[in-house]
């Protein structure tokens, strides 16, 4: 079938990298497992070996066709929509999320994902490489930016290992990882959406100092313990956190 490049498909066929994927997600019999985009159901089979039943939401109908013809129902329950409009909390708690992402709108399914944090188990993804290296970056490091810290807020990640464009038919033009997502047992409490807003602001102004790209007052920084020479990308996740929760106390933003 021909490849639809708006859906950003690139199918697995390596099986040893699929197997070092089913691997790394462990599945047990009776786990609650969605997978994102399943495509032709490269990595839908092996995951199926291992459990009893697995959601998969995928947006191209005539794929999700061919993986209703290919799978019981009783085994697989295919929704076929954009992962970006599904509301994961009308699913049992506990997920286990899995998928090779569309790359070109990966940014904003972590986004969307990140808001249930709290219904996940854990998430595994294989994502275009330079991704994963801005998820998982330090503060005051090129890589870290609004990414890094608005999931760095809500989990623990970890980078698993390389993929090869060779992996995939057809190959994408950019290096591939997986990697893994845990929520944070200890949530990081503040409210989302200001937490949400003062993340951008400071990352849209990268080189400015944070006196310039943040409406705090200099007490504000003094009271925070934070230099406001500092540039945004000097912060950490909780700092920002810290943030947050003086503009609320403060009457928002
Ligand atoms: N999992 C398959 C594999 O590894 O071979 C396919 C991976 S391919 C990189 C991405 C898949 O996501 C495609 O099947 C594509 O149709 C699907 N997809 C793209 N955009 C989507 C969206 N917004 N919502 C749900 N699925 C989407």
Redo the contacts with the bound molecule.
């Keep these: 079938m021909k490849t639809?490049k708006r859906?950003?498909?690139?199918?697995?066929?390596d099986p040893g990298v699929?197997k070092r994927i089913v691997e790394a997600v462990a599945p047990e019999t009776g786990d609650v497992v969605v997978?994102?985009?399943?495509?032709?159901?490269?990595?839908?089979g092996p995951l199926l070996e291992r459990i009893e039943h697995l959601t998969a939401?995928?947006?191209?109908r005539d794929?999700a066709a061919n993986l209703a013809r290919d799978f019981s129902s009783r085994k697989l329950s295919i929704v076929t929509?954009?992962?970006?409009d599904?509301d994961f909390s009308a699913l049992s708690p506990g997920l286990r999320i899995v998928?090779?992402?569309?790359?070109?709108?990966s940014t904003p399914?972590l986004f969307h994902l990140a808001r249930y944090a709290d219904r996940v188990r854990d998430m595994h993804f294989?994502l275009q490489k330079e991704v994963v290296e801005r998820m998982v970056a330090r503060h005051s490091t090129p890589d870290y930016g609004r990414l890094s810290v608005m999931l760095q807020t809500r989990f623990r990640m970890q980078k698993l290992f390389n993929v090869a464009p060779g992996a995939?038919r057809p190959p994408?033009k950019v290096d591939s990882a997986i990697v893994r997502l845990v929520p944070l047992q200890e949530k990081m409490q503040c409210d989302e959406a200001v937490l949400e807003k003062i993340v951008r602001d400071a990352f849209s102004a990268r080189r400015k100092t944070l006196r310039n790209a943040l409406p705090l007052e200099a007490r504000d920084y003094a009271e925070l313990g934070i230099d406001p020479k500092l540039r945004p990308e000097n912060l950490s996740p909780p700092d920002y956190v810290r943030i947050a929760r003086r503009t609320e106390t403060q009457g928002g933003i």
């Design positions: 639809r859906f950003g498909q690139h199918f697995l066929h699929l997978e994102i985009g399943p495509g032709e159901g490269a990595l839908t939401i995928e947006i191209d794929l929509a954009d992962v970006l599904f998928g090779n992402l569309p790359y070109n709108i399914i294989m995939f994408p």
